[in-house]
């Protein structure tokens, strides 16, 4: 395996809270973070007590693939890793390690979701070290797949912005922008800016669209149209729920599509239960989705999540003027309250009258 780096910025910004007090190695990995540095901070982390666990990324069984790696044991720290292969959200698993001393490697794309729990108390901040992964985009391996034909590849590497692919009796080379996720190309969080250790040099940063380009089509489309669109894409989802177990804000001890009494969502084949479920898990949703992708690339089946977490988005800031997990000050829309004389009276007689669920179109306060 070449040990050659993916060197995509030259100067270095300050954007961390606090850096880590060890010297830095050669050794670097490819995709800019350095791999000795994380490992010697992983291991000082736990020698010295500091945290319990660290959540990151360790290398798969398979050629180009990562998994989500708890480490407990100095000793292996070591196997920790961080590359276009490591696409999971980790902070998926903050709400399970709630009360506990943690650090966890994220993306920029992983704070946000980071920032979400911690305005839902699902975490605090005191209890997580946060080691700050710049990055450039993750590899998206359904379009992996697809590029080679559906073989999958006995070995790869990363050289420069090439992706070197062994095949069974041949040798296939691709650009890095081919088989990037989608989602990366739209994403202006590439460098954590609220990590305790930033490790690695940060990835330069351009202008990009806010969302996918498709949701400004679909806005486009005829009524008709954006039906038969939905429609086709719910009719794929087979209902494994792989979308909200990878999600790190659907953290619930028992989902809707889970309970029983009452039962919300049947689990047949008719694309009916298949529309229910994605339609309340978007209200959900609303005001909380940071567009991380996980949904997206955990799906099997190919739906086009994507489209609708990210018209749902944008639907947000218009009317809120707010991104999920872009300021941590910030206090999400849809658990402000509602304070309109009259209508108000009209809408809602609960007694607890300061403090309800806000409306669009209603002016909104926040409880002290």
């Not at 994220?106 to 700050?132: F, M, N, P």
């Not at 990009?208 to 429609?231: G, I, M, N, S, Y």
Request: with cysteine; aromatic share 6%; charged share 30%.
């Amino acid at each position: 395996m070449s040990r050659r780096r993916w060197r995509l910025c030259r100067r270095r910004q300050r954007l961390v809270v606090r850096r880590a007090a060890v010297p830095p190695e050669a050794g670097r990995s490819r995709f800019g973070m350095e791999r000795t540095e994380l490992n010697k901070i992983a291991r000082h982390l736990l020698e010295t007590g500091r945290v319990e666990v660290v959540v990151g990324y360790r290398r798969g069984t398979e050629p180009l693939t990562a998994t989500p790696a708890f480490v407990r044991d100095p000793e292996q720290a070591a196997t920790l890793i961080f590359d276009a292969t490591c696409g999971t959200n980790l902070a998926t698993y903050l709400p399970r390690l709630k009360g506990r001393k943690v650090a966890v490697v994220v993306k920029g794309c992983d704070e946000r979701s980071v920032i979400g729990l911690l305005q839902e108390q699902q975490a605090q901040r005191e209890d997580l070290v946060l080691l700050g992964a710049p990055c450039p985009g993750v590899l998206d391996r359904k379009r992996l797949l697809q590029a080679t034909g559906g073989q999958s590849p006995v070995d790869g590497r990363i050289d420069a912005e090439e992706l070197v692919l062994r095949l069974p009796g041949a040798e296939l080379r691709l650009r890095l922008a081919e088989v990037m996720d989608v989602g990366c190309r739209v994403c202006a969080w590439r460098n954590p800016r609220l990590a305790d250790y930033l490790i690695g040099d940060p990835v330069p940063t351009e202008e990009r669209p806010d969302f996918d380009p498709e949701v400004a089509e679909l806005e486009q489309a005829t009524a008709e149209t954006r039906w038969e669109r939905f429609r086709q894409e719910m009719s794929k989802c087979i209902l494994c729920f792989a979308c909200r177990n990878l999600c790190p804000a659907c953290y619930c001890t028992e989902c809707f599509a889970d309970s029983s009494n009452p039962k919300w969502v049947g689990h047949t084949d008719d694309p009916a239960d298949a529309m229910l479920f994605h339609l309340i898990r978007w209200t959900h949703l609303a005001g909380r989705c940071t567009g991380c992708g996980a949904c997206v690339r955990g799906c099997p089946m190919g739906v086009n999540l994507r489209l609708y977490n990210d018209k749902l988005r944008k639907e947000v800031k218009t009317a809120f003027q707010f991104e999920a997990g872009v300021d941590p000050a910030a206090k999400p829309p849809l658990v402000a309250a509602l304070t309109d004389g009259e209508d108000f009276e009209l809408l809602f007689t609960v007694a607890a009258r300061d403090a309800v669920p806000l409306v669009d179109g209603w002016k909104k306060t926040f409880p002290e």
